[in-house]
C-alpha cells in the first residue's frame, strides 16, 4: 500500500484549527500565500510517496549494519537522501542567510509529517539535525554558526543530540560526562553516551554532535552541565575536512522498530580526549539543550501523527478488499467487504478521527511557536510563547500515544494477516512504539504538564483555553446542524470534565503533590480528548460555512460527530480518575516480586 500525503486535509487543519488564514492576514508569513503553501505540501507529498515510502520496508528488513565502528545505512537509502537534501527540503526552517529558506513552523511540520509517515526511519536523522541547527542558531557563537551551520542547513552534515547515559535518562542531573578547559578556548571531552540517533552512519561525510558534559569545577545536578560542539572530522579553517576527532562508535542497538536508524552507543575520548566547543555559557548547557528539546517535541509528536496516518491509509485499503461474513443490511451477493461491519467501521473511524485530532494539536502547537518568533508586539509573542509550553507535552504525550493505539488498531483491521510481517501493519505498530519513549517519555511530559505547565500565569492560560473551547462549543450547539448530533452536548461534558480535573490538580500540587503525579497521565489524556475534539467541530464548522465539497463536509462533520459522541465521552471518567483515583495510586502498596 503506497502512501500517499493527506494535503487536503493537512491544508483543511492549518486554515480551521490552526489559524492559518489569520495568519496569513496578519502578515506573520510575509509573501507567503495559501497557494504557496498548498503548492511546497504538494511537492513535498510526492517526494514523499514516490522516492522515501519505497525505503520503508527495506530499511526495517535490512536494518542499519555496523562493522568495525562504521554504520552502513540500508540499500538505496544514501541515493535517497542525497537527493532530498539537494532538492532543498533539509532546511526548509531554519535562517535564509545562512542557506535555509526561512519558512514557518506550520509548513515545517506538515512536511515532517509527511518525511515520517514515508519512513520514520529515515525522517528521525533530519528531525535530529533540525534539532541541533536550531540550538546553534539560537546559542553558538559566531564562528561556530558560520563554520558548521551552512552545510547542517544544506543537509551536507548531520547534527546528533547526545544527552543520555546508562545511569542519566529521564533524570540528566546523573550525567557523568567530562569535559576539560584546555585554554585555547577549546575543551576535551571524555565518557559514553547511548541510545544516539544517527550517532554514525554513511549518509554524509560530517557528523556534528551536540554534547552535554560537566566542567570539573560545575556545581552538582541540573545546574552544572554544558553543551558541547564535537564533530566527527575536525574542520580546517577553509571549511575542508581536517583529522578525525576523538569519538567513536562502539556499537549499535537491535530493536523492536526503527530498524534503519542507528541507535548508537558513541565513546568520546579514548585518546585523550575529544576536541569541542562550548556552545552557549558554562553550565546552562541544559537550557541551551532545551531548545532543541521543545522542538524536537513537536517533531516526535508529529511522528506520532504519521505512523497513524500511515496505519489508518494502509487499514482501510485492506478493509475495502477483504471480505468476510455478511454486514447488517448487506443485500448483495457473497461476503461484504469488511468495511461494512460496524465493529471494523469504528476502528476505521477511531483511527482516522484520532488521527486527525492529534494533527490538529501539533499543528495548533506549530502557530503558536510561529507566533512566539514572528508576531508584531512583544506581548503576542508572549501569549504564543506561553501557549507553546502548555501545549507541547500534550501534542507529544498525546499524539504518540495515539500513534500507538492507531497502528494496533491497524493490525486489528487486518486481523492475522496484521500479525504476519509480509503485510507491513506489524512493521506500524513497531516503529510507533519508541515515539512514546524518547524526547522526554510520555510520563515525563504529563508531569510536566501538571506540575510546571497548568499553573502558567496561576492557572490563567488553562483557563482562557478552556474559555475557548467553550466557544467552539456554543458555536456547534448555534449552529443547529442536526449531522452534528450530540457533538456539543458531549464536547459540553469534555470540557467540563477537564475544568473539574484542572482545579482538582492545582490544588493537589500544592497538598498532595504525589496525588497530582499519579493522576498526570489521565488528566493530559482528557487535554488531548478535549483539545482534538474541540478542534474536530472547529475545522468542521467553517467547512460547513465555506462552501466545501459535499463529501468533505460530510466527512468532517461526521468525524467530529464520532469522536464527541464516541472517544469524548471517556472524559468524565477520566477526571474522576484525576480526582478520586490519584490517591488509590499513592496509598497502593505493591509487593515486591519474592
Ligand atoms: C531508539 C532510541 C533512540 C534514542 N535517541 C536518543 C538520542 O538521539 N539522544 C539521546 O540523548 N537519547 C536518545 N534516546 C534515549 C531516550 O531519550 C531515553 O531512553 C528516554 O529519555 C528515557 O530514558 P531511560 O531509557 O533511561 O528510561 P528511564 O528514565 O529509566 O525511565 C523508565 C520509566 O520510568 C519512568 N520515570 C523515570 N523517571 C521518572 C519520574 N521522575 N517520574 C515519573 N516517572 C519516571 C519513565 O517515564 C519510564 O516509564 C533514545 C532511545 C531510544 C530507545
Redesign the pocket.
Known sequence: MPYRAPVADMIATLKHAAGLEQSLAQGLYGELGLDDITAILDEAGKFAGERIAPLNRVGDREGAHFHDGTVTMPHGWKEVYSDWTAAGWNGLMAEEALGGQGLPCVINSACLEMWNAASGAFGLGPL?TQGAIEALQAHAAPELKAKYLPKMISGEWTG?????EPQA???LSALRSRAERVGDGTYRITGQ?I???YGEHDLTENIIHLVLARLPDAPPGTKGISLFLVPKFLVNEDGSLGARNDVRCHSI?H?LG?HA?P?CTMVYGDAGGAIGWLVGEENRGLMAMFTMMNNARLAVALQGVSIAERATQKALAFAAERRQGKAPGWEAEGMSPIIEHPDVKRMLATMRASTQAARAICYMLAAEIDRAHLARTPEERKAGHARASLLTPIAKAYSTDIGNEVASLGVQVHGGMGFVEETGAAQHMRDAR?YA?????N??QA?DLVSRKIGIEGGALVAAEIARMRGIVADVAKSNAVEFGLTASRLRETVDALETATKHLLGALANNPADA?AGATPFTRLFGLALGGTALAQKALKMRANGVSDLARAEATGLARFFAENLATAAPGLAETVVTGGQAVVDLDIPLAS
Open positions: 535530529l546528533t543530540m547526545n544527552l543520555t535518562g529521564s533524570d553516551k541510545f544516539i540517533t542497538e530493536k526503527v536508524s541507535t519508541i519513549i524518547y524526547e522526554g517519555t510520563g515525563i508531569i503525579q
